[in-house]
């Protein structure tokens, strides 16, 4: 992930700090770790994942499911994007795709809303891609999207404003700390999503 310029020397300290102690502000008995990110960095609007395609790489996974929307059921898929460290982070990209066929379902499609905000609050009521989050099985830790000064996650967000027609797709980002360097794979739990098991963390 590319932090502004101004930021830089403030990010590389805190991730210091963090890898060394390998731990992350705010962890909850060595299970849940979220990340404290200066304030003022903002995350992009809904819909917008971090980079590039060349950027985010190649696809490692794909799931489909179905969600709730409007009392009907819509599937779904989701590509997942390889992750990276950066500066002792790991961003997640996915692209999610709406499975309906062209002339079905609701003619604006589908509302993202809260449907990947599991059980996390959302910020000014603008929904957003937070209740994702890294399962790191070697070392029995949870790390929650990471979150700036101001509490607003560093995630997609106005997912409330996120409308994807049939056979459209949206990008969709998140950002957490990053497990200790010897950690080689993560799984990736999605809200109402099969999780993405034993990912390649690059």
Not at 9 to 18: K, P, Q, S, W
Not at 101 to 126: C, E, H, M, Y
Not at 177 to 201: C, K, M, R, S, W
């Amino acid at each position: 992930m590319r932090l502004p310029r101004a930021r830089t020397a403030v990010t590389l300290a805190l991730a210091a700090t963090l890898l060394t102690s390998g731990c992350m502000p705010g962890s909850k008995s060595g299970r849940e770790q979220t990340a404290g990110i200066p304030a003022g960095q903002q995350a992009p609007a809904g819909g917008q994942a971090q980079g590039g395609p060349q950027q985010r790489g190649a696809i490692v996974a794909t799931v489909e499911a179905q969600v709730s929307y409007a009392g009907e059921a819509v599937p779904i898929k989701i590509d997942l994007y390889g992750p990276r460290r950066d500066q002792g982070f790991v961003t997640i990209n996915v692209q999610v795709t709406n499975l309906t066929p062209d002339g079905q379902g609701s003619s604006l499609g589908w509302q993202i809303n809260d449907t990947f905000a599991g059980a996390t609050r959302s910020v000014d009521n603008k929904q957003s891609f937070s209740g994702v989050y890294l399962l790191d099985r070697k070392n029995h830790k949870q790390y929650l999207v990471a979150r700036n000064a101001n509490e607003e996650f560093l995630a997609s967000t106005n997912l409330n404003a996120v409308f994807v027609k049939p056979q459209q797709t949206a990008e969709l980002f998140a950002t957490f700390g990053a497990p200790p360097a010897d950690v080689t794979a993560i799984d990736l739990i999605i809200p109402q999503i099969p999780v993405f098991e034993n990912v390649p963390l690059g």
